[in-house]
């Protein structure tokens, strides 16, 4: 089975690349002047998010895409995604496994639930297979997002008593892996880990407490911390949409796929 994996010089990419590289014939989809260096039985095919053309090269004689999600401003990720789904329905990739978000909902406050909403219906419109892989928060990130909302003994977040089922990076990259590897579900897999702890419960574990704040007062703290605009709002939106509870769902969609 010839399989491309985009955001392949990426850490869940290239894991995934990684995974199915020995007994598949992988290729990975890097930007033409990535560093990336692929592992063995991996090769390379230079391609950008932002070129249709060399998209659709890559993509040619693929029987199944794994569509690792771009990053950016909202608007410009909207149209690496259309690019992604254009490219494979032209190539008639037979799959497309794509990373999408628990939370993929053109109506959420969170930016990126809007882009994945969008991407998945786009997808369901292709005319390719597909499988949805949506992934809760990594607990990798929030726990980095956690300790810099840190002041003293404080995080001072504007997630109420909210739940939020992280999920490790690895767990989604084995997931990813899995769904290529079976015909398409046409359906979408939420991959999250056994549990939601409350945010609280999360901050406790860094040994410091939880102190609720606006979501004005924390985006504010970014921008004076010296983050940009549009990471202040995306990071503010998507704790706005774990205080609402958009990530508290429990599966065992991990555990089915992966075998364990």
Known sequence: ??????????????????????????VALVRPASPYTPPPGV??????????ASLRAALDGVD?????????HAATVMLHHANVV?????????????????????????????????????????GC?????????????????????RRGDEVRLPAGDARVSLVARADVARSLAALALRPPSGTHHDLTGPAAPAVAEVVAAEGARHVEVTLAEYV?????????????????????????????????????????
Request: hydrophobic share 45%.
């Open 1 to 26: 089975m010839r399989i491309a994996v985009t955001g392949a010089s990426g850490r869940v990419g290239g894991r995934v690349a990684e995974l199915l590289a020995p007994e598949h014939d992988v």
């Open 43 to 52: 090769t390379v095919a230079p391609a950008d998010y932002a070129d249709p």
């Open 64 to 72: 199944t895409l794994v569509f690792v999600s771009s990053d950016g």
């Open 86 to 126: 254009a490219a494979a329905a032209d190539a008639r990739v037979g799959h497309v496994v794509a990373l999408s978000g628990l939370d993929a909902d053109v109506e959420s406050p969170f930016c990126y639930a809007v882009t994945n909403g969008h991407t998945e219906r786009l997808l369901e419109a292709s």
């Open 129 to 149: 297979g597909y499988s949805l892989a949506r992934a809760s928060v990594y607990t990798e990130f929030f726990r980095s997002l956690v300790r810099g909302a």
């Open 220 to 260: 504010a703290a970014l921008l004076d911390g010296g983050e940009t605009s549009w990471w202040a709002h995306a990071y503010g939106t998507m704790l706005e949409s774990i205080r609402l509870g958009r990530w508290a769902t429990v599966s065992d969609e991990v555990a089915t796929l992966t075998g364990g």
